[in-house]
């Protein structure tokens, strides 16, 4: 049984990069009946955790409370494990399983926060509001000094790192001159340093950087394989990242934060975003039907698939989306939302990413995307 308290968060967040399934038996687990169990036990002796982390050879880092060591469980088998430590084959078995996790916990766990902070702040502008502290147009401009000082200052936070031979990467500036991230040696899919590229006369050559991306594709070599289409989504978009930067601006207007839109309102997406190489869902678009509403005929699927906000099957396809920031990317003072988007069959090998930018028009308009470059 855990000592330590975890809020609730934190608990919901490793409850989630589950699947809301126990750890150890892998059924699922009512949040009520939540424990949030340590694989190596938090009871350990500190003396006995450094002769552990050296014998196992575990990161120096290694934190008895850190993500990759903490997991849900059932009450139940939270207390039939009681403190035993595993033998060393199951600690390494179970660290690693764990260890894919933990971005996505993180994930979740930043996301829960922001939503639990901002119902609270959401309930105390009402309330101010209502007892005429302030008046809708005090609030509105505040808001708008705020957004007007922060762009000077912007920043983009990304869901999920880019990480190259020497560190990872997941905040970056507007104003920042990033051309040194051109020679960095990516790692790809989190594990390869290199992808193999061809082209038409089988020569194949293999390549490490942005660079070397750029110039291989500018002479008709391209990732030929499975294993290399899915792994060259990483430098693919991150050559896209580096020009949206280049030419984001503050947008004059948004149909976007006005209420604000979460990518994953299906009622404001448009199925253009949807895998569809058969072109099935032409008669919908044109009929003007949104995501939400081939929901509601059971056309689609919604899938939860971890890093993605939202994810959508139709025909044995899937659509996954996650959102990277928003800004005007297009020079028409309208805010598009940049995204990453990763398609795949269903019970099949063929995926693909590539990156897009989501458009609104109007009020009246879905949201639709357009293809970056």
Not at 246 to 268: G, H, M, Q, R, T
């Amino acid at each position: 049984m855990s000592k330590t308290s975890f809020d609730t968060p934190t608990r919901a967040g490793i409850w989630s990069a589950h699947k809301t399934k126990c750890f150890y038996c892998n059924t699922d687990i009512d949040f009520k009946d939540l424990n949030i169990d340590h694989i190596i036990p938090e009871s350990i002796s500190k003396q006995k955790l450094k002769e552990l982390i050296l014998e196992y050879g575990l990161n120096e880092s290694f934190m008895i409370n850190g993500f990759e060591n903490l997991v849900p469980t059932h009450r139940i088998c939270n207390q039939r494990k009681t403190d035993d430590v595993f033998n060393k084959a199951s600690i390494l078995y179970y660290l690693g399983l764990n260890a894919k996790k933990v971005e996505f916990v993180k994930a979740e766990i930043e996301k829960l926060k922001r939503k639990q902070y901002f119902n609270q702040l959401y309930s105390k502008i009402a309330s101010a509001l209502e007892q005429d502290y302030i008046n809708v147009d005090e609030l509105a401009k505040i808001i708008n000094e705020k957004r007007n000082i922060d762009w000077t200052e912007k920043e983009i936070k990304l869901p999920i790192a880019i990480h190259f031979d020497d560190g990872s990467f997941d905040t970056f500036s507007f104003d920042e001159n990033l051309d040194n991230l051109y020679n960095k040696k990516i790692i790809f899919g989190g594990f390869y340093e290199s992808i193999d590229l061809q082209n038409d006369s089988n020569v194949n050559i293999t390549i490490s950087t942005l660079k070397e991306w750029i110039e291989a594709t500018k002479n008709g070599f391209y990732p030929f394989t499975n294993a290399d289409i899915k792994m060259s989504e990483n430098v693919d978009f991150l050559g896209n990242l580096l020009e949206a930067l280049k030419i984001a601006k503050f947008p004059k207007v948004s149909f976007l934060d006005e209420p604000w839109i979460a990518i994953n309102n299906i009622d404001y997406l448009s199925p253009k975003i949807l895998w569809d190489p058969e072109e099935k869902l032409v008669t919908n678009i044109q009929n003007g039907e949104s995501i939400g509403d081939l929901y509601k005929k059971n056309l689609i699927k919604l899938n939860e698939i971890d890093l993605f906000d939202i994810s959508i099957e139709f025909d044995g396809l899937e659509t996954s989306i996650s959102e990277q920031f928003r800004a005007d990317l297009n020079d028409d003072g309208i805010e598009d939302i940049f995204v990453r988007i990763w398609c795949r069959t269903i019970g099949g090998s063929l995926g693909f990413g590539e990156t897009l930018i989501l458009k609104r028009q109007s009020t009246k308009s879905l949201i639709e995307p357009y293809i970056f470059n």
